[in-house]
T-cell receptor, first 109, second 112 residues
Framework: RKEVEQDPGPFNVPEGATVAFNCTYS??????FFWYRQDCRKEPKLLMS???SGNEDGRFTAQLNRASQYISLLIRDSKLSDSATYLC??????????FGTGTRLQVFP | IAGITQAPTSQILAAGRRMTLRCTQD?????MYWYRQDLGLGLRLIHY???????GKGEVPDGYSVSRANTDDFPLTLASAVPSQTSVYFC???????????FGNGTRLTVT
């Protein structure tokens, strides 16, 4: 089993839709979790950190479920500019950030 | 502008040649990382360094070496390149362990 797993998609959604991605991790001792966004042929960029209490940044909401060992990302009111690959990342032992393979999102008009 | 600088941007390399990918950051971050990204496999950690003078192995360290002589620089060396090392290589840094990573622009390496 991979340490961090994501559905690769692609998710094709119309503008204005709500879309959710899940990411599962195998190490129950992990302490830090993140969502990154990556555009084609570009470097990953931090979208948001994921906290136990859940956190929201505009149209984006991240949740952590420690009992089931998954993190989620919810995007509301999707924009064309949200089209990208979304990567979840989990820290192991505070020194290794392990990424999922990414979920591709395509928002169409 | 503060950030991470990688060089070269791209390189075509003959198999068997030695190559060093350079990475420099000016954010005074303690931790630095090297990843490779391949289609369908995502980002995989090669080596990391929690602080100057220390390094550690990631998920796919074989065929690569690193050094961390100072806080700012974290070069990645391929001693004898092979075609399976064709990839996009990203360097990243973070303030400390468990902190978010900031990435460089990447180096696209082709080994022929």
């Amino acid at each position: 089993r991979k340490e961090v797993e994501q559905d690769p998609g692609p998710f094709n959604v119309p503008e204005g839709a709500t879309v959710a991605f899940n990411c599962t991790y195998s190490n129950s001792a992990s302490q830090s979790f993140f969502w990154y966004r990556q555009d084609c042929r570009k470097e990953p960029k931090l979208l948001m950190s994921v906290y136990s209490s859940g956190n929201e940044d505009g149209r984006f909401t991240a949740q952590l479920n420690r009992a089931s060992q998954y993190i989620s990302l919810l995007i509301r009111d999707s924009k064309l500019s949200d089209s990208a690959t979304y990567l979840c990342a989990v820290f192991y032992n505070t020194d290794k950030l392990i990424f999922g393979t990414g979920t591709r999102l395509q928002v169409f008009p | 502008i503060a950030g991470i600088t990688q060089a070269p941007t791209s390189q075509i390399l003959a198999a068997g040649r030695r190559m060093t990918l350079r990475c420099t950051q000016d954010m005074r971050h303690n931790a630095m990382y090297w990843y490779r990204q391949d289609l369908g496999l995502g980002l995989r950690l090669i080596h990391y360094s929690n602080t100057a003078g220390t390094t550690g192995k990631g998920e796919v360290p074989d065929g690569y070496s690193v050094s961390r002589a100072n806080t700012d620089d974290f070069p990645l060396t391929l001693a004898s390149a092979v075609p399976s090392q064709t990839s996009v290589y990203f360097c990243a840094s973070s303030r400390e362990g468990n902190s978010p990573l900031h990435f460089g622009n990447g180096t696209r390496l082709t080994v022929t």
